[in-house]
């Protein structure tokens, strides 16, 4: 029976008031690198971070704002506008419950690691490169949907270097270096914002650029309730953009929930996640929220500080709600450049840096799909990225798997006293012209189908009269597969041959019998063992003469002598 208790309650409170104090930052930085007012972050951070937790399938997911959105927000709001962009994230947010409701959480997660990692690593790039106009403090800089321009901006703006900039950056950068390792229990961005902000305001004040002089000042209260203006046409026009949101927002809330996980040795419900996190994203908006997902470093933060339930989650947001209440005004002196650190570190962090090289080392198609997805990822759009990398990925997979079909004519070893059938016995010279056996190893599918059925329509044009099919290793079958047996099957049987088949599994069995093929081969021709098949076979040739032979009786033939003794040990 659950049960919670005062002890556990204190555990959630600790954790949420720390992991609150951590996300006040980011929210604020990961708005502002979306394009938006930093209280936007603010807002997401307390309506997401308590809905996540409320609803969703993981006891310690930690719900907000986070880098992974960065370049596909601020390329909404550029081309969309900010209103367009709650109206996509509600759409997102929509999708998200359906794919929770029509349990495709599990499908998610299918997708490659290289793909992910791509664009992960891709992502972080990009939010790096753009935090160095704010690092340097570069006046006069214009953003770009592209990172070649944006690039280009700041190659060109290089003349506009802020000292007091960099020196209110590298403090911060410096705090959060140095932070975990002489006060770890102090949240280094944090403590790095304002211990910058306070040398930058005493110092000298007025030479940076500041929240308040960019943003204007961030209101004390929470935003009034608005619905998106919603019409049928923006609906057409934001969806490839909503669906970018939801797919990204799905992919990282549920390899938050993994981490947690493994790190608690509990299990989350993936599709309550996705119910959960669409509720968020439909709410969020509605009071001028950005999209948001699970947070995976916040997440193992919320872990790693002794949290219990989700209502760590739901302290997290009071916490995030009591400071913007409380200390709003405040905010407004804070530098641009002290942000820039802290999303270079997050850019970092998040980068897969170690996992992106150990795919990379082993040079296979694997490396091939990181590569590119991780260079469409910087270089063009994330939607693009994942589209190619995926059918990359699933090009490669399925080129891989039908290398892995094997077909091979067999026969029984004499010299094996457990007669097992080998391929090498054909090649020695014992091969029977009135039976034909092989052995087939691999999924049956439509990237080998078309192998599967030239190898035995060769056999075929050899005329043997029984053709025995092992397929006790055939894991799966699709209708093409089953369509190219179809072909064999009835071109073997127009030229009076029988097919026997042998160790057949359930699904190819299945895929059989649905089609009608079980029946048209003859339920008397499907055997467990391939010595009962070998058995009837010989049943079947015993009053015929053999082909190619002079020996009227089977068991005088060297070639059909090892045969017969598989026969008789399936007949004891």
């Known amino acids: 029976m659950y049960t919670y208790s005062f002890q556990r309650f204190r555990k959630d409170l600790l954790s949420g008031i720390i992991v609150g104090i951590i996300a006040i930052p980011l929210g604020m930085a990961f ?27 993981s006891k310690y997911q930690i719900g907000g704002p986070t880098g992974a959105f960065i370049p596909v927000l601020l390329s909404i709001v550029m081309q969309y506008g900010y209103e367009n962009l709650l109206l996509a994230g509600f759409l997102a947010g929509l999708m998200l419950i359906l794919m929770g409701a029509f349990k495709l959480g599990s499908l998610i997660k299918f997708i490659p690691r290289p793909v992910t990692i791509g664009f992960t690593s891709g992502i972080a790039v990009i939010i790096f490169t753009g935090q160095i106009a704010n690092f340097l403090g570069l006046r006069g800089i214009e953003k770009h949907e592209d990172f070649l321009s944006n690039v280009k901006e700041i190659l060109s703006h290089l003349d506009t270097i802020n000292v007091y900039s960099i020196l209110t950056s590298s403090i911060c950068f410096l705090v959060i270096l140095l932070t975990p390792k002489y006060v770890p229990r102090v949240p280094g961005p944090l403590l790095g914002l304002l211990l910058s902000s306070f040398l930058a305001a005493l110092l000298f004040s007025g ?33 490839p953009a909503a669906f970018v949101i939801a797919m990204l927002g799905g992919i990282e809330s549920l390899l938050s929930a993994v981490v947690a996980d493994g790190m608690t040795g509990s299990r989350h419900n993936s599709n309550r996640e996705l119910i959960g996190q669409g509720i968020a994203n439909m709410i969020t908006p ?11 470093a916040r997440t193992a933060t919320n872990i790693k500080n002794g ?22 005004p405040y905010a407004s002196v804070i530098p641009l450049a002290s942000m820039a650190p802290i999303l270079m570190v997050v850019a970092w962090n998040m980068s897969e840096r ?25 270089f063009t759009n994330l939607t693009t990225a994942v589209e190619i990398g995926l ?110 088949i042998s160790g057949i599994q ?66 004891r």
């Not at 708005?31 to 399938?57: D, Q």
């Not at 308040?212 to 608005?226: A, E, M, R």
């Not at 001028?288 to 699970?294: E, F, K, N, R």
């Not at 391929?423 to 439509?446: A, K, W």
């Open 207 to 239: 030479k940076v650029a500041t929240i308040g002089s960019t943003f204007g000042s961030i209101p004390n209260t929470l935003p009034d309730f608005h619905f998106p203006d919603l019409t049928w046409e923006k609906v057409q026009q934001l969806l």
């Open 391 to 500: 059918i990359l990925a699933a090009l490669l997979f399925v080129k891989r798997m039908s290398e892995v079909l094997t077909v091979a004519k067999v026969l029984p070893d004499p010299e094996d006293k457990h007669n097992k059938v080998r391929p090498h016995i054909v090649n020695s010279g014992r091969d029977c012209p009135q039976i034909s056996m092989y052995t087939i190893e691999g999924p049956l599918f439509f990237g080998a189908a078309q192998m599967f059925e030239k190898t035995l329509i060769d056999t075929i044009h050899q005329r043997p009269s029984i053709l025995i099919l092992r397929m006790g290793r055939v894991p799966y079958m699709d209708t093409t597969g089953e369509s190219n047996l179809t072909s064999i099957v009835r071109h073997f049987q127009k030229n009076g041959g029988t097919i026997l």
């Open 286 to 296: 509605l009071f001028g929220g950005i999209p948001a997902t699970g947070a995976i």
């Open 307 to 328: 949290a219990t339930s989700p209502v760590a989650g739901v302290i997290h947001g009071l916490v995030v709600l009591s400071v913007l209440l409380l200390l709003a």
């Open 354 to 378: 170690k996992e992106f090289a150990h795919i990379l080392k082993t040079k296979t198609s694997d490396s091939v799909v990181l590569v590119l997805t991780f260079l469409l990822t910087v």
């Open 506 to 571: 359930s699904q190819p069995e299945n895929v059989l019998k649905k089609t009608g093929l079980y029946d048209e081969i003859g339920q008397e021709h499907f055997f467990k063992r391939t010595g009962d098949a070998i058995t009837f076979a010989l049943a079947r040739l015993e009053p015929n003469r053999c082909l190619g032979c002079k020996h009227y009786a089977f068991r005088e033939c060297s070639k059909m002598s090892s045969l017969y003794e598989v026969a008789g040990e399936a007949s």
């Open 31 to 57: 708005a502002i690198a979306s394009g938006v007012k930093p209280e936007y972050g603010l807002y997401t951070t307390i309506i997401a971070g308590i809905l996540i937790s409320v609803f969703g399938g």
